[in-house]
């Protein structure tokens, strides 16, 4: 959808942002979530590893 949006090359009404650049916010939102979780899950394990 994000590659639709930018060969298109529609703005946003308001800003004239284009548009690719306003939906490419869910995916990364989404990117930046998973690697923070990965994060946290790996300090995790190392902590259960060094209480054992």
Not at 8 to 26: D, E, F, H, K
């Amino acid at each position: 959808m994000v590659m639709d949006l930018y060969s298109l090359g529609q703005t946003s009404p308001a800003l004239g942002l284009p548009m690719w650049i306003v939906y490419l916010a869910g995916p990364a939102g989404f990117a930046l979530t998973a690697f923070r979780l990965i994060q946290q899950m790996t300090q995790t394990f190392e902590e259960l590893k060094a209480i054992q």
